[in-house]
């Protein structure tokens, strides 16, 4: 994170400071011992970023030829002294490059994991022999919508919440973790579980931090409030995704490689020709009419 760096009176590039006085973070990305990469390199990283959505990903090479500089289109609005903070920062040595992405917070984790992915193929730094695991936990219980600026759930609403449940801090609920846990392997999520909440009562409190009344909650999941109600152990569980496991190992990229019936892009299966015509018979048995606009 280097926004900080965009307060300095030294650093020029007005675009990023206006957006920082505003709220946005910068962050990003460096790249090792990249000086003489063509400039098509990075324009093709910066062009790319767009097609993804992003407005583009700003950058410049660290030089030094009697005072380090920066080198690139936007390089000139760094001074040096700025540049050394950002080194300093970021780890960067001279010769390497960095990407910069500034906005709100979603968006720049959003753009900058992918374009980490996409700048490590493009330098070919993977190795595709192999399989590098991790474990994805920790996760927050809720999240702000950066729309509606209200409080959700940040993914799996029914999970046990972190800490002592008898003293929990309920008026901080960004600060609630849950347990909710994922394994991937090379960029990949291969499977994805939690601890379930099994208490109601508790969940009912969950689910009002996220604006949904008692009333709401057994009404849309009155099947599980009414099977918690009877009592439950705590329990949880993990669901591995088979055909991602499959595809790893059969170096596909695709998944629709490895699934038995493939939809195409258009969520159209070739194979059964679904979705098909319904016949008249068929609505009249499931009680349904379609009305033509």
Known sequence: DITDIFKRDDVKFEIFKKLVKSGSVVRGIVTKNTKDRPRSFFDNIDDWAKEQGASGLAYFTI?????INGKGTIGKFFAAEAIKEIMNTTSAEIGDSIFLSCGNMADVEKILSQARQKIAYDLNLIDENTFAFC????????????????????????????????????????????????????????????????????????????????????EKFSGMINALS??????????????????????????????????????????????SVI?????????????KK
Not at 63 to 67: F, G, I, S
Not at 279 to 290: A, R, Y
């Open 135 to 218: 474990w994805i936990v920790d996760y927050p219980m809720f999240e702000k919508d950066n729309l509606t600026k209200k409080i959700k759930f940040s993914h799996n609403p029914f999970s046990m919440p972190q800490g002592d449940i008898k003293n929990l801090d309920l008026t901080k609920p960004l600060e609630l973790k849950a347990y909710q846990y994922d394994i991937v392997c090379n960029g990949v999520e291969l499977s994805s579980g939690a601890i379930r909440n099994h208490i109601p009562e508790l969940m009912y409190k969950l689910f009002a931090i996220a604006g949904y009344s008692k009333t709401i909650v057994n």
């Open 230 to 275: 009877y009592g439950a152990p705590p329990h949880g569980g993990i669901a591995p995704g088979i055909d991602r496991i499959v595809m790893l190992l059969t170096e596909e990229k695709n998944i629709r490689e490895v699934t038995m019936f493939p939809m195409n892009q258009n969520a159209q299966d070739l194979m059964m020709n679904a979705p």
């Open 279 to 291: 016949s008249d018979e068929q609505l009249k048995e499931l009680n349904l009419v379609i009305k």
């Open 63 to 67: 030089e030094q030829d009697k005072k």
